[in-house]
């Protein structure tokens, strides 16, 4: 089992910086990949950017390209997502999640953060 557990969202101007992170415990060892996702009002959950572990390769959402950088602390268990360039439609509530399995494979999520953006 892993838990994770995010944080650092809030109201925000459009053109401005905010910073999430998502620190995961229990089964660390065994995180194939961390990502970020986020589901906006009315629509389905879409996947944002994530970052496979041990590689630190990152992929990223063409939404996002270029705005928001993931990353993370191994010492921490720790991954951020830095999100410059906000615009409203980056308004949302971010889902941190955890894969042990290639693909990657989901199963562990976070309950939310939310993100507002005005504009």
Known sequence: QVQVVESGGGLVQAGGSLRLSCAASGRTASKYAMGWFRQAP???????AHIIWNSGNTYYADSVKGRF????DNAKNTVYLQMNSLKPED???????????RGPQYEYWGQGTQVTVSS
């Not at 009315?42 to 944002?48: H, I, L, P």
């Not at 950088?69 to 993370?72: A, F, K, N, V």
């Open 91 to 101: 308004t949302a509530i971010y889902y941190c999640a955890a894969a042990l399995r």
């Open 42 to 48: 009315g629509k389905e959950r879409e996947f944002v």
């Open 69 to 72: 950088t993931i990353s993370r």
